[in-house]
């Protein structure tokens, strides 16, 4: 069973920056990624690292937000810059493993944007 723990997250003010990251229990061969919810929201997609690192970003974020990863340590993780208040969100650690053909998600962490 995969386990994603997050870390990372807090308030910042506007136009400021924060990472968050994600630790998985094993390694993921398959995709790694970020999505958030707003509160009334749905829960979108932010970025994420498929096979051959390649990354997708939502539109919203291109140029603030960048996405790594860590094989070696089994790591994911998300710089955000130029932070807004409509980046206020609970994000999400999400992983795909392309062996199990199962989705995996961590419990989620607090990003606030507010001055």
């Known amino acids: 069973q995969v386990q994603l723990v997050e870390s990372g997250g807090g308030l910042v003010q506007p136009g400021g920056s924060l990472s968050v990251s994600c630790a998985a229990n094993r390694r993921i061969i398959g995709t790694v990624g970020w999505y958030r919810q707003a509160p009334g929201k749905q829960r979108e997609v932010v970025a994420v690292?498929?096979?051959?690192?390649?990354?997708n970003y939502t539109e919203s974020v291109k140029g603030r937000f960048t996405i790594s990863r860590d094989n070696a340590k089994n790591t994911v993780n998300l710089q955000m810059n130029s932070l807004k208040p409509e980046d206020t969100a609970v994000y999400y650690c999400?992983?795909?493993?392309?062996?199990?053909?199962?989705?995996?998600w961590g419990q989620g962490t607090q990003v606030t944007v507010s001055s």
């Open positions: 999400y992983a795909y493993s392309d062996i199990t053909s199962k989705e995996y």
């Open positions: 690292i498929r096979r051959g690192d390649i990354t």
